[in-house]
């Protein structure tokens, strides 16, 4: 297809996992994408992302080291956008999972959580806005989780972040309409990826209790998110800012 056509995207922590998958979606449809990770190599192992989507796919792609707990790292993965002739989508996807428990959570534990989760998702969504502000327009896709919508014991300062994440695109949504930036998120439910996989909740024995709460009675895929990210990078949600698309296979309907 030929939904993304001309687009430049920034995705972060497209090695592994939802972002890897929703680089692949973009270049399949048609964008350019820089690969922003701490790491090339998939965690999942295969082929880094940007060289499946130079084989794979019509489309262009880069990978760039960025850790974007760090402004300035991030500011150099849209600077690489410039090369396919600016960023136009950001997808701000990075993030990871902590189990420890409330009592147990110490201060490194939590800062290094909210700094790549939630401050790389405030200064990506920023870096990208100066440019899609210069470009006259764009959009970014905030990944949060169903844990952003409500809480979850055991997972306190994740679904701190999240919720932090949710609200972020809320505000921006209403900051940058006028810009004619576009700022939505989705809040993925059960994904199988390295994350939910080395945790247990995916292919442990917490799996069947799981799935028993998810009425379509399957664990999502990353594929299953790209789709999502694909309607909300193109003009087919034009009139989308501010909205969360849950994708959980009815986890939270019930
Ligand atoms: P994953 O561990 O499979 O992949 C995460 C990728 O992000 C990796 O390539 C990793 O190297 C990269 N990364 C980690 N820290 C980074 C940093 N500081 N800077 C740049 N890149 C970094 O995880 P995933 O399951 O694909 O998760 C992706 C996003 O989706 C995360 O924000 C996660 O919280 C969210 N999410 C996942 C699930 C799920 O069930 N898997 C559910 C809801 C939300």
Redesign the pocket.
């Known amino acids: 297809s030929d939904l993304l056509d001309g687009r430049t995207s920034v995705v972060?922590?497209?090695?592994?996992?939802?972002?890897?998958a929703i680089a692949l979606s973009f270049a399949e449809h048609g964008a350019d994408v820089v690969v922003?990770?701490?790491?090339e190599e998939?965690?999942?192992g295969g082929a880094p992302t940007h060289e499946r989507i130079a084989e794979e796919t019509d489309a262009s792609a880069v990978y760039v080291d960025?850790?974007?707990?760090e402004r300035t790292q991030l500011e150099e993965a849209v600077e690489a956008a410039e090369e396919f002739g600016g960023i136009d989508v950001m997808v701000n996807?990075?993030?990871?999972?902590l189990g420890t428990p409330f009592l147990e959570v110490t201060e490194e534990e939590y800062d290094r959580l909210m700094?790549?989760?939630l401050k790389?998702a405030f200064f990506g969504a920023q870096v990208a806005a100066e440019r899609m502000v210069e470009n006259g327009g764009g959009t970014i896709i905030n990944?949060?989780?169903?844990?952003g919508l409500q809480g979850a014991g055991g997972t306190t300062p994740?679904s701190t972040s999240?919720g932090g994440v949710r609200l972020l695109t809320y505000s921006l949504a209403d900051e940058l309409g006028g810009e004619g930036i576009r700022v939505n998120a989705i809040?993925?439910?059960?994904?199988?990826?390295?994350?939910?996989e080395q945790s247990g909740?995916?292919g442990g024995d917490a799996e069947e209790a799981l799935l028993r709460q998810i009425p379509q009675g399957r664990v999502?895929e990353?594929e299953d998110?790209a789709g999502g990210a694909v309607f909300l990078a193109s003009d087919l949600s034009d009139y989308a800012n501010g909205e969360s698309l849950v994708l959980d296979g009815g986890l939270t309907s019930t």
């Open positions: 972060t922590g497209a090695a592994s996992g939802i972002g890897r922003a990770d701490i790491r998939p965690r999942e960025c850790d974007v707990s996807n990075a993030g990871f999972a700094d790549v989760n790389g990944i949060s989780s169903v844990e994740y999240k809040h993925p439910g059960l994904i199988r990826t390295t994350l939910t909740l995916v999502g990353p998110v």
